[in-house]
């Protein structure tokens, strides 16, 4: 059965999901990558994004990620387009992976930007990873270049963060400095190795 030992990792855009997850991954957790799995399915379905949203969309064989993000960020009914085509797909190969790392029967990390929005996967547990919504704001303009009108965009297409916050199983709070982000980090390893007593 899929996900029994899954742990989905969430957050919001800019508030430190990748450096959350270099950092679990030196405990031993295996990660399944939900925005690898993203990338590989858009790359391999270009065909049907172009007959969606048209050829302009395509380079060389593959998505325009940053022409179509642009696209679908600026307009909810295309981004539901393109959801109907993706999620499915994705869905089926992170089970297919998840059904993998089950058989070690010890926790596994399960990243998935949007595990609360989709409301799809039947997991358990999981780890948001928390920034004070301002603060998010700012790294991402400072990271991605975003004038404040594209990073306010991008934000609220996704649940509030606070939201989120209040649904986690775990919460690394990411709002002070790598030292703080290291210290939570070692904090939730142990709450979720306490979790799984017989891994």
Request: hydrophobic share 40%; glycine share 6%; with cysteine.
């Amino acid at each position: 059965m899929a996900f029994e030992y899954a742990v989905a990792l969430t957050g919001g855009i800019a508030t430190g999901k990748s450096t959350a997850t270099m950092l679990l991954s030196l405990y031993g957790f295996r990660f399944i990558d939900a925005d690898k799995i993203t990338h590989e399915i858009l790359d391999t379905n270009f065909d049907k994004i172009a007959d969606l949203f048209g050829t302009e969309y395509i380079n060389g064989g593959r998505v325009d990620r940053g022409k179509l993000g642009k696209l679908v960020f600026a307009d909810k009914v295309k981004r539901q387009d393109l959801e109907a085509l993706l999620h499915p797909l994705i869905y089926d190969e992170i089970a297919r992976q998840s059904e993998e790392q089950d058989r070690f029967e010890k926790p596994y990390i399960v990243d998935i930007p949007l595990f609360f929005e989709g409301d799809r996967y039947p997991i358990e547990r999981s780890v948001v990873i928390y920034t004070p919504a301002q603060k998010q704001l700012e790294r991402l303009m400072k990271r991605d270049g975003y004038s404040e009108e594209e990073a306010l965009r991008r934000i609220n297409s996704q649940m509030d963060i606070e939201a989120k916050r209040e649904r986690a199983t775990y919460v690394i709070d990411n709002s002070s400095d790598l030292k703080q982000l290291q210290r939570e980090c070692d904090r939730v390893k142990d709450a979720i190795l306490s979790d799984f007593p017989l891994a």
